[in-house]
């Protein structure tokens, strides 16, 4: 059974930065793209970065190009997000998902199939 955590969400002024970090388990993670996901109030789940097995091919929304990095340790078995200059439009739960499909890389929300429970980001003065 896949799981996956997220932590390190919380309350960053505009401006500001956080770290996301989501460990997974019950998967061979060097297999499977991972991406992240965000979403706010009263609004549809959204990509945010997508990063392949092995690191070679990334992705970002438009939104967050230039300000988040997203990045995996294969060896630890996890998946980050860095987000800096971060913006009050930023605010949302994110959530860490795997890839249905070992070996293929997409931006789609219905192509990952595990998801974690989400942490909270609230950007605020």
């Known amino acids: 059974q896949v799981q996956l955590v997220e932590s390190g969400g919380g309350l960053a002024q505009p401006g500001g930065s956080l770290r996301l970090s989501c460990a997974a388990s019950g998967l061979t993670f060097s297999s499977y793209a991972m991406g992240w996901f965000r979403q706010a109030p009263g609004k549809e789940r959204e990509f945010v970065a997508v990063i392949s097995w092995s690191g070679r091919k990334i992705y970002y929304a438009d939104s967050v190009k230039g300000r988040f990095t997203i990045s995996r340790d294969n060896a630890k078995n996890t998946v980050y997000l860095q987000m800096n200059n971060m913006k009050p439009g930023d605010s949302a739960v994110y959530y860490c998902?795997?890839?249905?499909?070992?070996?293929?890389?997409?931006?789609?929300?219905?192509?990952?199939?595990?998801w974690g429970q989400g942490t909270q980001v609230t950007v605020s003065s």
């Open positions: 998902a795997a890839h249905r499909v070992r070996m293929v890389v997409t931006t789609r929300k219905d192509d990952f199939g595990s």
